[in-house]
Antibody, heavy 121, light 110 residues
Framework: QVQLVQSGAEVRKPGSSVNVSCKAS????????ISWVRQAPGQGLEWMGR????????NYAQKFQGRVTIIADKLTGSTYMELSGLRYEDTALYYC??????????????WGQGTMVTVSS | QPALTQPPSASGSPGQSVSISCTGG?????????VAWYQHHPGKAPKLIIY???KRPSGVPDRFSGSKSGSTASLTVSGLQAEDEADYYC??????????FGTGTTVTVL
């Protein structure tokens, strides 16, 4: 059974960048898009962007345009989300997620365990 | 893309039904049948319980049902159980390769 396994917690200073990885374990996700979603403490879920690893096409939420970069490594089955220019309000739990098979835009049924990113001076 | 509007809280006694609304606009909920609902327990990854407005993933009990009218989608949980106590989020495809989530609703089982 495919699982999404994310990298561990990170602490960064304001203005710096963070790179979070998401690896497919037990299968390939190259034929699916992988989205990144975050949840700040006490806040709701927020979609950041996605990548189609097979062709490398990315889409980013307008809010994060210019600050987020999502890449994929087809050979290792990993995707990476880099967020630059970190601000205190970027402190959040970051998830990678895959849409339910057969419904590209219908909903995310497979999620990583989440990676806590803390921005602190 | 502003978040979809959900009531902050909802509650019901065991066995009762609770419904949660999710209001968007003509560019998201009203435009696409790509509304999903997630159940989220703190510290765990969100769980997809409804997709494409009213479809249930394998393993999700039929106590959970979804619907949509115009720009408002709804989730109904029937036969409320203690384990249904969680945060619930709606989401919608919003066109131009964009997605939007709802503000979230905390469901309390009395």
């Amino acid at each position: 059974q495919v699982q999404l396994v994310q990298s561990g917690a990170e602490v960064r200073k304001p203005g710096s960048s963070v790179n979070v990885s998401c690896k497919a374990s037990g299968g390939s996700l190259n034929s699916y898009t992988i989205s990144w979603v975050r949840q700040a403490p006490g806040q709701g879920l927020e979609w950041m962007g996605r990548i189609f690893p097979m062709i490398g096409v990315t889409n980013y939420a307008q809010k994060f345009q210019g600050r987020v970069t999502i890449i994929a490594d087809k050979l290792t089955g990993s995707t990476y989300m880099e967020l630059s220019g970190l601000r205190y309000e970027d402190t959040a739990l970051y998830y990678c997620a895959r849409p339910i098979p057969g419904s590209g835009s219908g909903g995310f049924d497979l999620w990583g365990q989440g990676t806590m990113v803390t921005v602190s001076s | 893309q502003p978040a979809l509007t959900q009531p902050p809280s909802a509650s019901g006694s065991p066995g009762q039904s609770v419904s949660i609304s999710c209001t968007g606009g003509s560019s998201d909920v009203g435009a696409y049948n790509y509304v999903a609902w997630y159940q989220h327990h703190p510290g765990k990854a969100p769980k997809l319980i409804i997709y494409e407005v009213n479809k249930r993933p394998s393993g999700v009990p039929d106590r959970f049902s979804g619907s949509k009218s115009g720009s408002t989608a709804s989730l109904t949980v029937s036969g409320l159980q203690a384990e249904d106590e969680a945060d619930y989020y709606c989401s919608s495809y919003a066109g131009t390769n964009d997605y939007v989530f709802g503000t979230g609703t905390t469901v309390t089982v009395l």
